[in-house]
């Protein structure tokens, strides 16, 4: 199947909406018309001013945003603020084990005095995504800052979480990648499972509602015991929505 008809497919299913495949299509069109010269390479050389080639360009950014979204190219960061209790909880577990092992071998005196602090407990340590900067991260178990003040075990924490969230990201990317599902779906099923709206979904993946709603009939079946032991009980909707070209339901 050639691309056009994969951004057909795309729309078709709803994965993509009218206006990202009309967009998909023109840059694709684009692509296709290449010859030697920049300007007529990136379709640029007719347009009149610079303001419709910055235009051109956001419009190219917005489409790769979208195919990014659709291959779950970047879904860490995604998972990371929105997946489930249990999932986050599980990832960061690994990422600390991960950080303490690269720091035993790379920075064995920083991590002493980790070790060291009676308040620091490090397996236990998590954060919260969603409040947490890349240069300070709020840290909700695993250590106790009740009266606490000592700046320089504060920077050797927040540079060991710092660490720590990109091993993170890293464990989420592994487990996408070793899921049964693929990389958008383990996306779905993690958003899914956290009792979020489709709507809601949908606006963080660039998909459809409806797309979302029809992915969460199927998933279920199609979860392995791998993901189940990750992100806890997965969705079973009360009221299934088939597709019109699905004569027969999947039951439960």
């Known amino acids: 199947m050639g691309h056009a008809k994969r951004l057909e497919k795309l729309c078709d299913?709803?994965?993509?909406?009218?206006?990202?495949?009309?967009?998909?299509?023109?840059?694709?069109?684009?692509?296709?018309?290449?010859?030697?010269?920049?300007?007529?390479?990136a379709g640029l050389n007719e347009l009149e001013s610079r303001r419709e080639v910055g235009q051109v360009l956001?419009?190219?950014?917005?489409?790769?945003?979208?195919?990014?979204?659709?291959?779950?190219?970047?879904?860490?960061?995604?998972?990371?603020?929105?997946?489930?209790?249990?999932y986050v909880n599980h990832a960061q577990r690994d990422a600390i084990e991960d950080t303490i092992t690269t720091w035993d071998r790379e920075r064995e005196r920083e991590l002493r005095i980790l070790r060291r602090c009676r308040r620091a407990t490090l397996g236990d340590l998590r954060w919260d995504v969603e409040s947490s900067t890349t240069r300070q991260y709020d840290v909700t178990e695993g250590f106790d800052f009740d009266g606490f003040e000592d700046e320089g075990v504060y920077q050797v924490l927040m540079e060991f979480l710092r660490d720590a969230s990109d091993a993170f990201l890293d464990r989420i990317d592994a487990d996408a990648n070793e899921s049964n599902l693929d990389r958008f779906d383990f996306a779905l099923l993690t958003l899914l499972?956290?009792?979020?709206?489709?709507?809601?979904?949908?606006?963080?993946?660039?998909?459809?509602?409806?797309?979302?709603?029809?992915?969460?009939?199927?998933?279920?079946?199609?979860?392995?015991?791998?993901?189940?032991?990750?992100?806890?009980?997965?969705?079973?909707?009360?009221?299934?929505?088939?597709?019109?070209?699905?004569?027969?339901?999947?039951?439960?």
């Open 13 to 41: 299913i709803q994965i993509l909406s009218d206006g990202d495949h009309s967009e998909l299509v023109d840059v694709k069109e684009r692509r296709n018309n290449l010859v030697h010269d920049a300007q007529k390479r």
């Open 58 to 86: 956001e419009k190219t950014d917005r489409c790769a945003a979208v195919l990014l979204s659709v291959s779950g190219k970047d879904i860490e960061s995604i998972i990371a603020r929105r997946g489930t209790v249990i």
């Open 193 to 252: 499972c956290a009792g979020h709206s489709y709507e809601d979904i949908a606006r963080w993946l660039n998909t459809d509602p409806k797309y979302v709603q029809r992915k969460e009939n199927v998933i279920a079946w199609r979860a392995s015991e791998f993901e189940k032991t990750r992100v806890g009980t997965i969705p079973r909707p009360d009221k299934p929505v088939w597709s019109v070209t699905d004569a027969t339901p999947n039951l439960r």
